[in-house]
C-alpha cells in the first residue's frame, strides 16, 4: 500500500470517529474454500452503526451473522474489504494489533457464559483488566463497579456453581462492560436461559443502552430482535434488509 493510500485511510477513521461512527464495513467479504468450491459466507457487506445505538443483527442459520459478528468482534479477519471499529481500521492489523483492539474496544457476551468455574464473580469481571494491564487496585474498583450495574454487588465473592443461569449472564456481561468497551457484542444471549430469565437479562440490556452503551446483538430469534431499535436482517451473507423499528 503506498503511503498516500495508508494515509487516506487512516483520515477516513477519523472522520468516522468524529462522526460517532463506531462500526463501519466496507464491502466486507468472508471466503472459505471447501475442496474446490469456494464458499462466501459474507458478501460485499457494508453496515454503519453509530455511538449509542442498540442493533439486531437477525438471520437464520447458515445465513452468515455468526460470520459478520466474528468480524465484527475482530474474532476472524476478512477476506476481503475494510472495517473500522471506533476509527482503527482492523481489517489492516496484525494478530496481536488485533487482539488489543478486541480487549480494549469489544466487549463480548456469549450464550454459555463462559465463565472460569473456579473463579469468583470478581475475579471473573476482572480478567479483561488483567490482560488490559490495569493496576490491582483500578481492576478491584472497576469490576466492583460493573457488578453493581447488573446488580450484583452482593454476589461478587460467589463462584458460578453457587449462582443461576441470569445470575451467571449478568456476571458475563458485568465482564463485557468492565474495559468501558465500544461495543457490547452479544451473541444469543439468552439462548441458555428461560424465558423469564431471558427477558431480565434483555431488560437489563435496555437500561445499559438507555445509559449509553452500544449494543449489537446477534439472534435468529424474531422476539429476541425485537428488544433491540433497529434490525439488520442477514440471508446468503448479504443485508437482506436494514430497518429501524424504535
Not at 466496507?26 to 475442496?35: A, H, R
Amino acid at each position: 500500500m503506498s503511503a498516500v493510500a495508508e494515509r487516506e485511510l487512516i483520515q477516513r477513521g477519523e472522520q468516522l470517529r468524529q462522526a460517532g461512527i463506531v462500526v463501519r464495513t466496507y464491502n466486507l467479504w468472508k471466503t472459505y474454500i471447501m475442496g474446490d468450491q469456494e464458499i462466501n459466507a459474507v458478501s460485499g457487506v457494508d453496515i454503519e452503526i453509530k455511538r449509542g445505538e442498540y442493533v439486531a443483527i437477525m438471520g437464520p442459520s447458515g445465513s452468515g451473522k455468526s460470520t459478520l459478528m466474528n468480524l465484527i468482534g475482530c474474532l476472524d479477519t476478512a477476506t476481503s474489504g475494510q472495517y473500522y471499529i471506533n476509527g482503527n481500521l482492523v481489517s489492516e492489523m496484525s494478530d496481536d494489533s488485533l487482539a488489543r483492539i478486541r480487549n480494549k474496544e469489544v466487549g463480548f457476551v456469549f450464550q454459555t457464559f463462559n465463565l472460569l468455574p473456579r473463579a469468583t464473580s470478581l475475579h471473573n469481571v476482572e480478567l479483561p483488566l488483567i490482560y488490559a494491564g490495569i493496576s490491582a487496585e483500578q481492576r478491584l474498583e472497576k469490576a466492583r463497579g460493573a457488578l453493581k450495574a447488573v446488580d450484583l454487588e452482593k454476589r461478587m465473592h460467589h463462584k458460578p456453581n453457587e449462582l443461576s443461569g441470569g445470575q451467571r449472564q449478568r456476571v458475563a456481561i458485568a465482564r463485557a462492560l468492565v474495559n468501558n468497551p465500544s461495543i457490547l457484542l452479544a451473541d444469543e444471549p439468552t439462548g441458555a436461559l428461560d424465558t423469564a430469565t431471558g427477558n431480565e437479562i434483555m431488560a437489563l440490556f435496555e437500561r445499559l443502552y438507555q445509559q449509553g452503551s452500544t449494543i449489537i446483538l446477534v439472534t435468529h430469534e424474531h422476539d429476541i430482535a425485537m428488544h433491540a431499535h433497529r434490525i439488520i436482517h442477514i440471508r446468503d451473507g448479504k443485508i437482506e434488509r436494514d430497518e429501524q423499528i424504535k
